[in-house]
């Protein structure tokens, strides 16, 4: 069978790194390839370039045979290539069909005469979406649909899924993998990127692993294993074993006692959760998110007022601030890294000093010492392995995986009572995961306790001491990790009783 | 990003350097002389020759240098405090009012506080850097307290402030020598700012604002307070994630910036008009053009230390062509308005990369 799409010796370059070096691959029909690699591979470079957002240095794409020319999206559409986007780029305030409608519906009604089509397409591939919903209240998941349907109903022969999962629930990713075994079935191609290897083993028949902008191997569904991939991505044998050894609990470190708090469109979101947390004890907070999770977390970060209840920290009314609770050793890993962790403009440097920029050495007096940024980050730069050109590169210019770690460097530095970590590993290549695994294991032997908010039920159950799950926002538990069953979590997440 | 049809498409650009901000900006102004060039021959004229007038009657006549050093000195001041309100998002279009209000309390204090005589300039700026700072800060509050958009409350407050000062100098404080136009009564010698022999340049408020350029510019780049600023303007989110008390930060800022445009109030009234007069002489629009000034620097207050006087310039030869060619006066508002049309239509080519051809 001929290729479908060919990359011939693709080369992008940036200022301080060459993203795609000399990559070359190719796409058949009727299948999906996984592509995987280390954070700031090149991997979203790749496939931005396939959807026409840049323009290779150098190298050839061939479709159908023949060289053609990317130079725009509409081009990539035109040619049959389309691309769910990690973030979704849909207007909030219109519906489904509106959305879809965009930039194909006929001029009159646009949304109304492209329902039935819309609705055979999805019919077709088990793709279950509301064309009247609007789009703001749909979850990760259903936007992604939404994203999907958007680039079938252009014609999609190629579909390209950047990190589809990592928003996903794992039901959501299921219901995904679904989808994208339907339209394998019926002869489209697939790219996706992940970097969770259980995902890729169940869903590709062929893997491509990039690394520092290299193909550096390219494996058949039957050659390929999680310790195989690994090494390819890394350079190096990964361990999986992460086992945590029961640490002996010390004194209580945060306590919470029916915890009230409302949302931010003011609906009750924590109805009465109570639980202790102890010092050298990870405590996993499962559930499906929306169900009071990141409620929860802002209000342990000083940033949520509570409504009713109390909340400890070391014996102490928590405060009400976020300054004076990193002061109190509070570390927060927040959910949005862009949004909240990161000032994307600021250089790394910069942005590693957040928390500290004005205390010694960063500050004396109320004057920056510009040395001590650089001397301070050149440290944690390395001690992260964080990818960066230098450290005077705006963060946002980062990949995915290193602005997570220029996050995980800064919160973690030091000794922290509490770690407030929301999905820390979002995002991560594995040797980054294991790392972070690690250290908070590393932490919690020196004495931290550690809240950690995860849709990973395998993170959770492999790191946690104790499991609480969340629901409408209502707490199940904690229980102890020996006492629970996957089965029992997944029931408790959706609301059933185990 | 899109293709056009014609083999132009646009590439986004991850980061814009140094070298291409300035080219692009450059380009910008080009065109915009271009286009009011365009304007000229519709009056008639040739353009070049009135570039050139423009050029060689400021920038190779000392009478012209002090002209542009002259108007140079508001639009430094207020453009330095708009430099930094712009870059933490607050966007005070609202200087021409402080600049007035500035200008109302210098005066009031110059009129009416008996003082001696060596405390009373410097008396003099602190009201009028008070009344700008407070009025700005005025719609700082409103934001914070009732998210009023700064926008509309300070563009409002101009008005307001306009009114006042008609009020004042047509009542309470009409001079007693009046006639036909109105205006306050004359300071005393001791309360106007010294100036360069045979011009009106009041190189004291020349000298505070440079300083202050530098100043902001080493407190932004160099210091804690800069550093939360910084924070503040570049990612709300982030400040609010560290803890950073925003409204602070924001009522500091809009103080700094209201009390600069008071301060440029100060300079006109006690440096060059010696009296409190109608609002229209009092600034000819500077707490507007400041905005383009501001714009040129891009986030930098040392900037404005070439961008200031660059506007100066435009402002200075507009002056020369209603004197000389008879054009309306209102031929520096095209100006003005036109470079700053093209430079926030330059900003696309600072965010993408033009690519021709397939
Ligand atoms: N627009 C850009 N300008 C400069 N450098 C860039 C740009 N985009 C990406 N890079 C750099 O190119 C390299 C590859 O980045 P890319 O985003 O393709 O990595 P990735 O494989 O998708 O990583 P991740 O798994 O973390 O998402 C990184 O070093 C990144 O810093
Ligand atoms: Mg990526």
New binding site residues.
């Given amino acids: 069978m001929s290729a479908l799409l060919e990359l011939k010796n693709i080369t992008k370059r ?2 301080g ?1 060459v ?1 795609n070096d000399k990559v070359s691959l190719e796409v058949y029909p009727g299948e999906v390839l996984a592509l995987l ?10 496939v931005s370039i396939l959807y026409g957002l840049y323009r290779p240095d150098e190298g050839e794409i061939w479709v159908e045979g023949r060289p053609v020319r990317i130079a725009s999206p509409m081009d990539a559409l035109r040619l049959g290539i389309g691309l769910v986007p990690q973030h979704p780029t849909l207007v909030g305030r219109h519906t489904v069909a509106e959305n879809l409608a965009l930039g194909i519906g006929s001029p009159l009604w646009p949304a109304q005469r492209i329902g039935p089509l819309v609705e055979r397409i999805a019919q077709g591939y088990g793709l279950q979406i509301d064309p009247r919903a609007p789009v703001f209240q749909l979850s990760p998941g259903e936007k992604q649909r939404v994203e999907i349907v958007r680039a079938l109903l252009r014609g999609a022969k190629v579909l390209i899924l950047d ?1 589809p999962t990592s928003v996903l629930t794992p039901q959501e990713a299921e219901a995904l993998f679904r989808v994208m075994r339907e339209l394998r079935a019926a002869g489209k191609s697939l790219i996706f990127i992940s ?1 969770k290897l259980e995902e890729v083993l169940s869903i590709a028949d062929r893997c491509t692993v ?1 690394r520092r902008g290299r193909v550096v191997g390219s494996l058949l569904r039957e050659e390929a294993s999680k310790p195989r991939l690994a090494e390819l991505m890394v350079g190096r044998s990964v361990s999986f074993e992460r086992k945590r050894q029961s640490a002996a609990l010390g004194e209580v470190v945060l306590e919470v006692d029916g915890l009230r708090a409302r949302s931010s469109r003011n609906l009750p979101a924590l109805q009465g959760v109570s639980f202790r947390l102890h010092r050298g004890e990870i405590l996993g907070l499962a559930g499906v998110a929306g169900n009071g999770q990141s409620e929860l977390v802002e209000v342990l970060a000083g940033l949520r007022s509570i409504e009713a209840g109390a909340v400890r920290l070391l014996g102490q009314p928590l405060p009400p601030s976020p300054a004076r609770l990193f002061d109190l050793g509070v570390a927060h890993i927040p959910e949005d890294r862009i949004q909240m962790g990161t000032v994307p403009s600021m250089n790394v440097a910069e942005n590693l000093a957040l928390r500290t920029f004005d205390r010694p050495p960063w500050a004396r007096g109320g004057l920056l010492n510009p040395r001590a940024f650089e001397e301070e980050a050149r440290r944690q730069v390395q001690a992260y392995a964080i ?3 230098s450290l005077r590169t705006p963060s946002r ?6 602005i997570q770690k220029v996050i995980l460097a800064r919160e973690l530095a030091g000794q922290p009572q509490l770690i407030l970590a929301v999905h820390p590993t979002y ?1 991560l ?1 594995i040797g980054a995961t294991e790392q972070v695994h690690r250290v908070l294991l590393e932490k919690t032997q020196q004495g931290s306790a550690v809240l950690l908010v995860s849709e990973d039920l395998e993170e959770l159950l492999s790191l946690s001491d104790r499991i609480g799950v969340l629901y409408r926002g209502a707490l199940q538990g904690p229980f102890a990790v020996e006492e629970v069953s996957r089965e029992a979590i997944g029931l408790w997440m959706t609301g059933g009783v185990a | 990003m899109d293709d056009w049809g014609c083999g132009v498409r646009l590439e986004p650009l ?2 814009a350097s140094p070298g291409r901000v300035l080219g692009v900006t450059l380009a910008a102004l080009g065109l915009a002389f271009v286009l009011v060039g365009a304007v000229f021959v519709a009056y008639g004229q040739n353009p070049l020759e009135v570039y050139r007038l423009m050029l060689s009657g400021t920038l190779l006549d000392a009478k012209g240098w002090q002209e542009i050093l002259r108007r140079s000195i508001p639009l430094l001041l207020i453009g330095v405090g708009l430099t930094l309100a712009f870059r933490t998002q607050f966007y005070n279009i609202g200087a021409e009012g402080q600049l007035l209000l500035g200008a109302v309390l210098a005066a009031g204090v110059a009129l009416f506080l008996p003082l001696p005589a060596p405390l009373s300039l410097p008396a003099m700026a602190l009201a009028g850097a008070l009344g700008g700072a407070l009025w700005c800060g005025l719609a700082a509050w409103l934001r914070l307290r009732f998210s009023v958009n700064e926008i509309l409350s300070t563009l409002m407050l101009n008005y307001v402030a306009q009114s006042l000062v008609i009020f004042l100098i047509n009542g309470p404080w009409r001079g007693k020598d009046v006639r036909g136009y109105i205006y306050s009564d004359r300071f005393a010698e001791y309360q106007q700012i010294p100036v360069w022999a045979g011009s009106s340049v009041h190189w004291p408020t020349l000298l505070l604002g440079v300083l202050l350029a530098l100043v902001l510019q080493f407190v932004l780049f160099r210091t804690t307070l800069g550093f939360r600023m910084r924070i503040v303007g570049e990612n709300p989110g982030a400040a609010r994630y560290l803890g950073i008390a925003q409204g602070r930060v924001l009522l500091l800022l809009a103080l700094i910036t209201g009390g600069m445009a008071g301060l440029a109030g100060v300079g006109e009234i006690a440096g060059i008009h010696h009296r409190l007069i109608e609002p229209s002489q009092l600034s000819s629009g500077y707490g507007f053009t400041a905005i383009i000034v501001a714009w040129l620097a891009r986030g930098h207050p040392a900037l404005v230390l070439l961008t200031a006087p660059l506007m100066g310039l435009v402002l200075a030869g507009g002056d020369l062509l209603k004197v000389s060619l008879n054009m309306p006066f209102r031929i520096v508002d095209i100006f003005s308005g036109v470079i700053l049309f093209c430079l926030i239509g330059s900003e696309l080519f600072l965010r993408y990369r033009v690519r021709w051809g397939r």
């Fill in positions: 940036f200022p790194v993203a690699g280390e954070n700031g591979a090149g991997k979203s470079t790749l990190e970097h990039l990818a960066t050109p210019l980062l990949s995915g995986g290193n995002g290549d | 991850a980061n």
